[in-house]
């Protein structure tokens, strides 16, 4: 995907303290040029041969091509679910600018 200007990462948590949480780790660390936390919504999934139902905040995680693999690795290793959701999908259009000033966090070398 020669063309994708970022990738829109997506993912869900169980409160608003863990997601605070790990949006302010993504950006720290320059995973995430921004993360987006929603309002609380109700997930239906099965889990352990039951059918469940949770209360949950979404995360819109917004992140460039060449940290895309780093942010997968990290958000796999402090996620506080045994099994995250973990979308990603490709940005192939929007603002210049917004991109630019996206890139500039996430690719700039620490």
């Not at 940005?91 to 620490?110: E, Q, S």
Request: glycine share 2%; hydrophobic share 45%; charged share 20%.
């Amino acid at each position: 995907m020669d063309n994708v200007q970022l990738w829109l990462v997506m993912t869900t948590v169980e409160n608003r303290d863990q997601a605070e949480r790990l949006a302010r780790s993504l950006v720290e660390e320059r995973l995430a040029a921004c993360v987006s936390i929603g309002a609380a919504m109700t997930s239906i999934y099965p889990w352990q041969q039951q059918i469940e139902s949770a209360e949950e905040l979404p995360l819109m995680i917004k992140t460039s091509p060449q940290r895309l693999q780093a942010l997968k690795t990290a958000l796999a290793n402090i996620h506080p679910y045994e099994v995250p959701e973990m979308l990603v999908l490709p940005v192939i259009d929007g603002l210049p600018a917004y991109f630019d000033w996206a890139h500039a966090w996430t690719d700039h070398d620490r």
